[in-house]
């Protein structure tokens, strides 16, 4: 009997082993092809896999740098969460071929990176056009427009410190939930949940085709942990501003650049931006798409329309839901028509036209002068008027028509002073 529990636990204890050898290379197999299909994008380390029997496999000790980042995100784990061993046994090697199968939860925990490089707005400004954060920009804050890394560290933020959690949940046979909840310490805490369609995440990122994806259901929630009190004392450091003049030009100026961007917002709206820069806490927003749900990539289809109505969204503010907003995204200043430039005419100089008249001419071209009536006057003083009707070397032939008959005057051309040429009046 002894022998057979014996038995029985050293087989358990290989297949336990076996099982984990199993995980250990299949995640190591996903890894290994991630890093060769994204080698140009970004560069992957870690320092030691392991796996639980509570169905959690991580990567300890990560460091991650996008290289259009300019930046390094040093990040204590990386966690895969299933829902149990057996769970992450199957699951993982569906994983590898880009299946969502049983995963709960990815986590990264402790994540560091410095304030210099580039931020994840600059980035996804390459794909979505900078309008769209217009709402997000900096405001009331005197010459900055944006915080940079000097802004940081004069706010006492000396590198960015966060906290990331992913994860997925299956509603029913129609839809499903992506919840990520990013704690970034001293900048807040940001809490996103979004309904898709059943299995279409998993089809979107299987075949890398995100522009597909529809969305049924946003809902948006920001946590201030002291941020705005620090950006009321950074926007007034040479003054004794205080936070509630601070909150109101920041109202104005940034009601003036949605304005002047396209996104028409009333005044309740605008008192809402004043309120949660003076008081802070959380505030949170409510949208739920038709029927047929949003392509997430296609915000052009919400111009021309008030996002709230549409949407059927609520907007709160620590508690207290905001009474009638309205955001309206006009086309015609987000997205005017290009301006077409008319090819210029070409310029036509006009020269002042001269009269008839005679006109003194080199005598070097003399003979391009044939058969046209001249005037000369020689040195001697003498004049003769008439027509040119041959031209030598050394001397020209002038026709005069007198009264009794024509008379041949050979010059010499080394003694006339003045050559001159009769012009018509030009049209």
């Known amino acids: 009997m002894i022998k057979k529990l014996v038995k029985i636990l050293l087989l358990g204890l290989l297949i336990l082993l076996v ?24 560069l992957l380390t870690y320092q030691w896999l392991s796996s639980s029997l509570n169905g959690v496999v991580s990567l300890e000790d990560v460091e991650i740098t996008p290289y259009t980042m300019k930046k390094t ?19 993982l090697s569906a994983l590898n071929r880009g299946e969502l199968s049983g995963l709960k939860t990815i986590s990264l925990s402790n994540i560091q990176t410095e304030l210099t490089g580039k931020s994840f707005k600059e980035l996804l400004s390459t794909e979505l056009s900078p309008v769209w954060f217009t709402p997000f920009n900096l405001y009331g804050c005197g010459k900055y427009t944006a915080l940079s890394a ?21 509603l029913d ?30 089809r979107a ?22 941020f705005f009190r620090r950006l009321n004392i950074l926007c007034n450091q040479r003054g004794q501003q205080n936070r509630t003049v601070f909150s109101m030009t920041s109202a104005i100026q940034w009601k003036d650049a949605m304005f002047s961007r396209g996104f028409l917002v009333n005044e309740a709206l605008i008192k809402m931006y004043s309120d949660y820069l003076l008081q802070g806490g959380a505030i949170s927003f409510e949208a739920t798409t038709a029927e047929e749900g949003l392509r997430i990539t296609d915000l052009n289809s919400l111009v021309d329309k008030e996002i709230f109505s549409y949407l059927d969204a609520d907007l709160v503010l620590n508690g207290n839901t905001v009474e009638d907003p309205q955001l309206y995204l006009d086309s015609a200043t987000l997205f005017p028509p290009p301006v077409i430039e008319k090819p210029s005419e070409p310029k036509i100089i006009e020269t002042p036209k001269q009269k008839a008249g005679y006109r003194t001419v080199s005598l070097e071209r003399v003979a391009e002068y044939l058969d046209k009536k ?5 040195q001697d003083g003498k004049r003769y008027e008439g027509l040119l009707t041959e031209t030598a070397e050394y001397n020209l ?31």
């Not at 991630?34 to 140009?40: E, I, R």
């Not at 995100?73 to 699951?91: K, N, Q, R, T």
């Not at 802004?151 to 949940?169: A, R, T």
């Not at 001249?374 to 020689?378: D, F």
């Open 19 to 42: 099982s984990k050898a199993f995980i250990a290379f299949t995640a190591y197999q996903a890894i290994s092809q991630l890093k060769d299909q994204y080698a140009d994008d970004f």
């Open 73 to 91: 995100f040093a990040i204590d784990d990386v966690s895969f969460v299933y829902p149990d061993y057996v769970s992450l046994l199957f699951g």
């Open 150 to 170: 000097k802004e940081y560290e004069l706010m006492g933020i000396q590198q960015h410190n966060m906290s990331l959690k992913i994860d997925l949940e299956q």
């Open 173 to 202: 046979q129609k839809l499903e939930t992506l919840t990520i909840d990013l704690d970034g310490q001293e900048l807040g805490e940001m809490s996103i949940s979004a309904k898709f369609p059943t299995h279409s995440l998993q």
């Open 205 to 226: 990122i299987k075949n890398n085709a995100f522009d597909e994806l529809k969305l049924h259901f946003l809902s948006l929630e920001y946590q201030d942990a002291g």
């Open 374 to 378: 001249i005037r000369v006057v020689m």
């Open 397 to 427: 032939v002038l026709i005069q028509n007198l009264a009794g008959g024509e008379v041949h005057y050979h010059l010499m051309l080394n003694k006339i002073e003045t050559f001159e040429v009769w012009f018509n009046k030009e049209k």
